[in-house]
């Protein structure tokens, strides 16, 4: 694959002079769909032309040419040419080479209008004007595209290879388009781990879904391993894309496998569900990276707002990463579970941050919380570091269900495959690191297993559920006009510029105050007497400035609003305590929360701090994957250290010794 995708972008070298590098793959990409089109129906000009000219209607034509071209292994061209053009043809006429390839691109089915998306015509005229048609023209039609030479998943290879090096020429997120090989596979055995037996069912349809389904890797992958697990199996691919070049490849490559071509839409995901009414069998992503979601704020919390109608209902992540929303989507797609109790399987590509960031009560700890409340997250998987084209960072599978078996009923299964990665002979990009078949199915037989081990661990879904407490102890100041606490009150952006202030402070004396009333009136006395007048805010600025945390003080409490009465919290002291459901042997409930809480802060808290109390309680949720495979590795003895450095040292004077001599 490799030499074929360099062969196909050293026309590179054609372009290179009038065409700046980061524009190589406007010209390279639509030709090789071209390509890869015109040696599709290269065995089928006749029957294409027969069936043209003797029926008019486009319906009419679809429906026999499929006929006409079926085989056992492929199910028929869906799309044609009214053009007799072919490239090797166009370029016998020479002076009117761009005009016989607009021909040839416009006699297209209406079916396969990719080439809009390319701005095919454009790309011709201006290859035309800086002299560089004929050429390229030329390198095309020598390369065999043709399925026989290229199947269908090493042809998806190809045009994501091109789509990463276009990308990284022009610099734009080399990678993002592109999710390896590797990673897809184990992803989609995964997904297929446990439905092999009703995937055998001859008598349904399966529909495998991608909402950033880029050139339509994973669909194909996907496709062809449901195939080899049934070759009489029946599938629908669908799959949703923002970019629009990256889309025409995609629609390009699902036509040509004899796939709807209405099945692969434009738009961004997380704006617009383009199958807002349809659910699916197989969903499958790898979303970007890291990608705010700034620009879509507006319609994303809108949809946020309107609750359980909304797939963003249970909650938003932080602006500035979107992998959550992903998240939702890919749950939410899932086909409902039907009255044999089956329903729907996803699997997502997502960095580390979903499973921790945000805490109790926060917009991510909500959606893990919806995850998990309703038993959706069936296995978690963490992959190797620099697995990825585009990053290094730690990245995760996560597994989906919405009918789960009964063993698997309110678990989760982490599996820890960091340490099952192989290295590559040479990186690409940041990819240093790939999974071999034999680690696939490593990981893939501790998953269907689902047995303990090092590298697999089941826990129960509120094992990932807490409660934040807020822990209170009371305000006790003391108050004393020293030199510090005056300067304090001058330095102050709002006391320092009331006139007479500080020096009436400064002749009030140093007597200390342990009752924060006693001082207040004291104060207020003899402040009126040095005709200076404070605003209620200004008088809480002063004893707040002045005060001192002094554990024999006495409690300062509320002396107006509806806690009037009550002990005031000091804010300085204020602690927070994170308490697992379950703590003590407890029930994993929330209608454990009190009692469970209760116990907690008998025993853990109030021993240390005996006038404290709870004040707010959160729930909240966490998948801390690292702690729970992390593995002690005990310091080296400290007598090799002693022997290493020892060495070193008389290493070291051994030289000096030679320098000196």
Known sequence: ?????????????????????????????????????????????????????????????????????????????????????????????????????????????????????????NVLSTLDVRDRLSPVVKHFQKIDLSPETVSNADMGDLFENLIYRFAESANDGAGQFYTPRDVVRLLIDLVYAEDTEALRDRGRVRSIYDPTVGTGGMLTVADEHLHDLNPSASTALFGQEINPRTYAICKADLLIKGQDPTNVRQG??????????????????????????????????DEHERGGQGRFAPGLPGIGDAAMLFLLHVASKMRDVDENGCGGKAGIVLNGSPLFTGGAESGPSKIRGHMLEQDLVEAIVALPNDMFYNTGIPTYLWILSNAKPTERKGTVQLIDATGLGSKLPKSIGSKRVEISDDARTSIVQAFASREASDISKIFENRDFAYWTITVERPLRLKFQCTAARIADVADHKTLGKIPDLVE??????????????????????????????????????????????????????????????????????????????????????????????AAYFEAEVKPHVPDAWVDKTKTGYEIPFTRHFYRYNPPRPLEKIDADLNRVVSEIMKMLREVEA
């Open 504 to 597: 009436a402070l400064g002749s009030f004396g140093e007597q200390v105050y342990l009752n924060r009333e006693d001082f207040l009136h004291d104060i207020g006395k003899h402040l009126r007497e040095c005709s200076v007048t404070l605003t209620a805010a200004q008088r809480k600025a002063l004893w707040q400035t002045i005060g001192e945390h002094d554990d024999d003080a006495d409690i300062c409490r509320y002396t107006s609003g509806p806690h009037k009465g009550k002990i005031e919290p000091d804010p300085a002291l204020r602690d927070t305590e994170n308490i697992p459901f379950g703590w003590g042997g407890h029930p994993k409930t929330h209608d454990a929360a009190q009692e469970t809480i």
């Open 268 to 301: 961004d995901t997380l704006v617009v569900d383009r199958f807002k009414d349809r659910k699916f069998d197989y969903v499958l992503s790898n979303p970007p990276f890291g990608t705010d979601w700034k620009a879509v704020a507006s319609e994303v919390t």
């Open 1 to 121: 694959m490799s030499v074929l995708s360099q062969f196909v972008w050293s026309v590179a070298d054609t372009l290179r002079g009038p065409y700046q590098e980061a524009e190589y793959g406007s010209v390279i990409l639509p030709f090789t769909v071209l390509r890869r089109l015109e040696c599709v129906m290269e065995p089928h000009r006749e029957v294409m032309a027969e069936i043209i000219s003797q029926y008019p209607g486009d319906q009419q034509r679809r429906t026999h040419l499929k006929l006409k071209t079926r085989t056992p292994d492929n199910a028929g061209l869906n799309f044609w040419t009214t053009s007799n053009y072919t490239l090797e043809k166009a370029l016998q006429d020479p002076k009117n080479l761009a005009a016989n390839l607009i021909d040839y691109v416009s006699g297209f089915s209406s079916n396969l209008d990719v080439f809009k998306s390319f701005d095919f015509e």
